[in-house]
């Protein structure tokens, strides 16, 4: 696993193919990349994203460059964010479209947390035990730091 870790990397934003893809087609793409770690999309799942708003219409049947890299957002996040966080981040963020900039700095983003989490267990001394305990404690401090941003969000849209 420690290997698929350090391996682990979206496409370039160039990478991603413009050519138009068919749903199947974007589905088989995008699993190359995500079901190495139980990331993986199936079409429902696309058009569930789609009928949800959170993937853009634009273009209905075909995927662009643009819905592409908003489905590899969305796979990657949902893995701790719930869909309606997930519509917030993208309509605040990114103004409801992953473009060549917002998904650039995910890739960047998520590359830095990998190596981040590489090089503390090759620094680690300890026990699998305690690597993992530290894993989980992280990954929980963060999805509550998420939680409390989220929070904080929707009580400042309130309070307008």
Same mark, same amino acid.
């Given at each position: 696993?420690?290997?698929? !870790?350090?391996?682990?990397? !979206?496409?370039?934003?160039?990478?991603?193919?413009? =050519?138009?893809?068919?749903?199947?087609?974007?589905?088989?793409?995008?699993?190359?990349?995500?079901?190495?770690?139980?990331?993986? *999309?199936?079409?429902?799942?696309?058009?569930?994203?789609?009928?949800?708003?959170?993937?853009?219409?634009?273009? $209905?049947?075909?995927?662009?460059?643009?819905?592409?890299?908003?489905?590899?957002? =969305?796979?990657?996040?949902?893995? *701790?964010?719930?869909?309606?966080?997930?519509? =917030?981040?993208? !309509?605040?963020?990114?103004?409801?479209? *992953?473009?060549?900039?917002?998904?650039?700095?995910?890739?960047?983003?998520?590359?830095?947390?990998?190596?981040?989490? %590489?090089?503390?267990?090759?620094?680690?001394?300890?026990?699998?035990?305690?690597?993992?305990?530290? !894993? =989980?404690?992280?990954? *929980?401090?963060?999805?509550?730091?998420? %939680?409390?941003?989220?929070?904080?969000?929707?009580?400042? $849209?309130?309070?307008?």
């Amino acid at each position: 696993m420690s290997d698929q !870790l350090t391996t682990f990397e !979206l496409p370039a934003w160039n990478e991603i193919p413009n =050519v138009g893809l068919y749903l199947e087609q974007v589905t088989k793409y995008l699993n190359t990349y995500l079901e190495p770690f139980d990331m993986g *999309v199936t079409s429902s799942m696309i058009s569930n994203y789609v009928k949800l708003k959170i993937i853009s219409r634009e273009g $209905r049947k075909i995927y662009n460059r643009e819905r592409i890299a908003s489905l590899f957002f =969305v796979a990657v996040a949902k893995t *701790v964010l719930s869909m309606d966080q997930i519509r =917030v981040l993208r !309509l605040e963020e990114a103004e409801h479209a *992953v473009d060549e900039e917002f998904y650039n700095r995910f890739v960047s983003s998520l590359k830095e947390q990998l190596a981040k989490s %590489d090089n503390l267990k090759s620094s680690s001394r300890k026990g699998s035990q305690d690597e993992l305990l530290e !894993l =989980v404690t992280a990954a *929980v401090a963060g999805k509550m730091r998420v %939680d409390s941003f989220f929070r904080e969000a929707d009580n400042s $849209r309130e309070a307008e």
